[in-house]
């Protein structure tokens, strides 16, 4: 039981460049965010899936898209990339009562040059 | 707007007791969680409340007055290992997680 896992780690991109962030998870959870941690800030909530097939904006969508094909994959992508978007991603994962708590991955260190 | 507070650093000497204040004002109200963060690492949770009191767990003690959009996290009997920011987060009425900036605790031995 790995719980939520993110590739990859760390990764620099020049501006314009494009990526995708993979999250997985195995406790078959129904919802799944992706956030950005930056210094002096707290979470802030990119997009978000209430299961498979759907998702939903959340506080900062703005030059990100995101697909959840899978129940257990949550797919963060960055068409061009912007310095703005330098930031650790986390992704997290929960069930689907009110109290249960969100589950984070290792996070994604990312730098755009 | 939704604005959740909470101090931006605290230092506390090992083996003493400190308590982390957090207010809170979102669009509705669904619980008020607790999570530690160490420097590199993801957030793990700590409390969860819902009903206004204190919730024992350990070391660690959650309180929630839902009248005064107040919270707090009590850490007893502190070691070095608890240095780490503790990030305060209410879920609003669509159930999303509105997150302060968190208090970076520094212990001193």
């Known amino acids: 039981n790995a719980g939520v896992t993110q590739t990859p780690k760390f990764r620099v991109l020049k501006t314009g460049q494009s990526m995708t962030l993979l999250c997985a998870q195995d406790m078959n959870h129904e919802y799944m965010y992706w956030y950005r941690q930056d210094p002096g800030m707290g979470l802030r909530l990119i997009h978000y899936s209430v299961g498979e097939g759907t998702t939903a904006k959340g506080e900062v969508p703005d030059g990100y898209n995101v697909s959840r094909l899978k129940k257990q994959n949550f797919l963060l992508g960055l068409e061009s990339a912007a310095p703005s978007q330098t930031s650790v991603y986390f992704c997290a994962s929960r069930g689907d009562r009110d109290a249960d708590t969100q589950y984070f991955g290792p996070g994604t260190r990312l730098t755009v040059l | 707007g939704q604005n959740i507070d909470q101090p931006t650093e605290m230092t506390a000497t090992e083996g003493a007791i400190v308590q982390i204040n957090c207010t809170y004002q979102?669009?509705?109200?669904?619980?008020l969680f607790w999570y530690q963060q160490h420097a590199g690492e993801a957030p793990t949770f700590l409390s969860y409340?819902?009903l206004d009191g204190l919730e024992e767990k350990g070391r660690f003690s959650s309180f929630l007055s839902r009248s005064k959009g107040y919270s707090y996290l009590l850490l007893k009997e502190l070691q070095m290992k608890d240095s780490a920011s503790y990030l305060c987060a209410s879920m609003d009425s669509n159930y999303q997680l509105i997150w302060g900036a968190g208090t970076k605790l520094i212990i001193k031995p």
């Open positions: 409340n819902v």
């Open positions: 979102t669009s509705g109200f669904n619980g």
